[in-house]
């Protein structure tokens, strides 16, 4: 079964702080997926990643993959106040279905 | 990016009523479309997948006779929740993608309260 975990599950950074978000994920997958969510909203897609050593920018917001380790990481540089909010990571299931399986969530609070 | 809409984003309806909740791809076509379910401070959990002319398949511990899905054209899924409680207060959000391996996107959500 695959299970997808993230930590840490809340994160208090300052601003102009540099962190990192990590996702591991139990079984081989072909891509995985970065959501922002901001509180009483959906999801918002910020990076999606299909290959082993894929790195993505966006911003303050890097993504990269690691497959062997089956192991995401969500880097932050220079946190500022704007990007306070829950980041998923997720998975899709190596199956007919390719259901998305989704980490706990990290929740973010950039502090001034 | 593709656009999926849900309707309604709010709705508060009184205990053992139903209500219908839509979710619509509009400039794509969806085969499947997905269900979850999420209370505050948590994760999103799946509750059932659609696929447009057959019956939806409910992951497990969902049940099948209060959370019904309909998946009638390529373009709309809905959700109906039958006889709600109180419990079955949640941020419902749908998704849906073209084809197996596709990118999924997401709707706006919808907050159910049962009163």
């Known amino acids: 079964e695959l299970k997808v975990e993230q930590n840490p599950l809340f994160l208090s950074m300052q601003e102009g702080k540099n962190y990192t978000i990590y996702c591991n994920y139990s079984t081989t997958s072909d891509r995985l997926y970065w959501y922002r969510q901001d509180p009483g909203k959906s999801l918002e897609s910020l990076f999606v990643?299909?290959?082993?050593?894929a790195v993505k920018q966006e911003g303050r917001l890097m993504a990269s993959l690691d497959t062997k380790a089956r192991l995401s990481t969500l880097h932050i540089t220079a946190a500022v106040h704007d990007l306070s909010a829950t980041y998923f990571c997720a998975v899709t299931r190596m199956d007919s279905s390719y259901k998305l399986i989704f980490g706990s969530g990290t929740r973010l609070l950039v502090r001034p | 990016g593709a656009v999926v809409s849900q309707h309604p984003s709010r709705v508060i309806c009184k205990s053992g009523t139903s209500v219908k909740i839509e979710c619509r791809s509009l400039?794509?076509?969806?085969?499947?479309m997905f269900w979850y379910r999420q209370f505050p401070k948590q994760s999103l959990m799946l509750m059932a997948t659609?696929?447009?002319?057959?019956?939806?398949?409910?992951e497990q511990g969902v049940e099948k006779d209060k959370f019904l899905i309909n998946h009638a054209s390529l373009t709309l899924s809905t959700l109906t929740v039958t006889s709600a409680h109180p419990e079955d207060s949640s941020f419902y959000i749908c998704?849906?993608?073209?084809?197996?391996?596709?990118?999924?996107?997401f709707g706006q959500g919808t907050r159910l309260t049962v009163v």
């Open positions: 400039d794509f076509q969806a085969t499947t």
């Open positions: 990643l299909l290959s082993n050593g």
């Open positions: 998704s849906a993608r073209v084809s197996e391996g596709a990118e999924a996107f």
């Open positions: 659609s696929n447009e002319g057959s019956k939806a398949t409910y």
